[in-house]
């Protein structure tokens, strides 16, 4: 599958260098790159005009066009019509060498889905499950993470969330991805994170990217930090 990377940056030049430099030692290239500037001055331009990268496009938007979701939107404009997917990540982002080969490869696993997203490694710790059924502990698929502090107010007011992370519940607010755990199984969701997000082309049309997805898409991880 040909597949196009599209990263929106706001005067962080070296992250984004950063993230770059991971994208170069993937074990799956991007077959283009459309770095979408939307900073308030030339040192993004700079920095990588010092140093290239295969399949890159830079392109810096006027103040009618900036912002996240105005930027997405203006990639995805410019992706080439040979792409069938397209990957969208946050400028601060390090990826795994595997990153796209993974997430794309779970397109030939799961062909219906519409969606992959990935998986941040070294935001939550997680560990295997101790089964004791702890009410500070948050389990799951036989792993456990804290309970933030937020879901043990609701906990108390029976307020829980009555559906698996990443749908949304019939009350209060839903778990996000984040809460689903580094197994590396396939999870489906109904909503998944634009920060890094692997999506069919023709499925993205009209996306406003708050990214809520009313059908079937899957989660597979871990694979950045």
């Given amino acids: 599958m040909m597949f196009s990377l599209i990263v929106c940056t706001y005067i962080r030049p070296q992250p984004l260098l950063e993230l770059l430099q991971s994208v170069k030692e993937q074990t799956l290239y991007p077959n283009e790159i459309l770095i979408i500037d939307g900073s308030s001055n ?14 890159l496009r830079y392109y810096k938007v006027d103040k009618l066009n900036r912002g996240l979701t105005k930027q997405r939107n203006f990639g995805i404009n410019l992706v080439s019509k040979d792409s069938e997917i397209m990957c969208f990540l946050d400028d601060d982002i390090i990826l795994t060498p595997s990153y796209f080969e993974t997430l794309i490869e779970t397109y030939s696993i799961k062909s219906d889905a519409l969606a992959v997203g990935g998986y941040i490694t070294n935001e939550v710790s ?8 702890d009410s500070s502990k948050f389990y799951f698929d036989g792993w456990m993470r804290n309970e933030p502090s937020r879901f043990k107010i609701r906990q108390l007011f029976g307020l829980l969330p009555d559906v698996d992370p990443g749908f949304m519940p019939t009350f209060s607010h839903g778990r996000s991805i984040s809460f689903l755990p580094p197994s590396e199984k396939i999870y489906e969701v ?36």
């Fill in 126 to 133: 997680w560990k295997l499950s101790d089964n004791q059924n």
């Fill in 42 to 55: 030339n040192e993004t331009e700079t920095v990588l005009n010092k140093k290239p990268f295969k399949n």
């Fill in 190 to 225: 109904e909503q998944l994170m634009g920060g890094y997000l692997v999506i069919k082309k023709k499925f993205s049309i009209a996306l406003n990217f708050l990214i809520i997805l009313k059908v079937t898409d899957f989660m597979r991880m871990p694979i950045f930090h």
